[in-house]
């Protein structure tokens, strides 16, 4: 697997490029909900339906728990952009003997409470329009080997309304994890449960 290899430069850069690209193609940005850092390793869900998704969790680390970034990241993509990894992307290669060693490596990161890992448990990039998700089982395995994680959700979606650049919506969720919990099929149908309660409240926007 490739491992992250912080480097403090392309840090400093993608922070201060990843604000600035959000800022630029997107007309607002409104988030509803919220995180509070707490002393605990912060393992972060998200929905993952465009190339954005990655910068999304750096973009909301940043501006709500301002921990050490990394990201699950599929190993043919991470090799083909390997700067990503100075910025906190490590990889995983699912169906081969290293996806163990991948899911150890998160787990291992968890046992921080400086740092932040984001994963997309659904694997494969799905339309923004799909209203249910089925995770993989990695999920479950990184919940019982670190179980004291703050274990985070969010949902983003996208909307034009009358403006030519799309306005960006966030919302979050803390789960109340429990240490019974960590079975794949629940943490997949907390999120879902809660991508509908997001998908209810966003149906309900005007411009």
């Given at each position: ?18 604000l ?10 409104t ?10 390793g912060?393992?972060?869900i998200g ?15 940043n501006r709500f ?11 043919s ?15 995983v290669?699912p169906?081969?003997r290293?996806i ?15 740092n932040?890992v ?10 923004l ?16 080997k670190?179980p004291?994680c703050?274990?985070l ?5 996208v909307?034009?309304f009358s403006?030519r ?6 919302y979050?969720?803390e789960?109340n994890s429990?240490?019974?919990d960590f079975s794949?099929?629940n943490?997949?149908n ?10 209810e409240?966003?149906a309900?926007?005007?411009?």
């Amino acid at each position: 697997m490739i491992t992250a290899q912080h480097n403090s430069l392309v840090t400093c850069f993608f922070n201060w490029y990843i604000l600035r690209i959000i800022r630029n193609d997107f007309h607002s940005i409104t988030v509803s909900g919220k995180w509070e850092s707490k002393p605990a390793g912060s393992l972060v869900i998200g929905n993952h339906f465009s190339w954005w998704d990655g910068f999304f969790g750096l973009y909301l680390n940043n501006r709500f728990l301002k921990k050490h970034f990394f990201v699950m990241m599929l190993e043919s993509q991470l090799q083909r952009r390997k700067m990503f990894s100075k910025a906190g992307a490590f990889s995983v290669n699912p169906g081969s003997r290293s996806i163990v060693e991948s899911l150890n490596y998160a787990a291992c990161l968890l046992e921080s409470k400086e740092n932040m890992v984001l994963i997309f448990p659904q694997g494969i990039l799905h339309s923004l329009y799909n209203t249910r998700f089925s995770f993989a089982s990695g999920v479950e395995k990184i919940l019982r080997k670190k179980p004291s994680c703050q274990l985070l959700f969010y949902v983003a979606m996208v909307d034009y309304f009358s403006n030519r650049k799309p306005s960006l919506f966030f919302y979050l969720k803390e789960v109340n994890s429990d240490e019974d919990d960590f079975s794949t099929e629940n943490v997949e149908n907390l999120y879902n449960t809660f991508y509908a309660e997001c998908l209810e409240k966003h149906a309900q926007r005007t411009e």
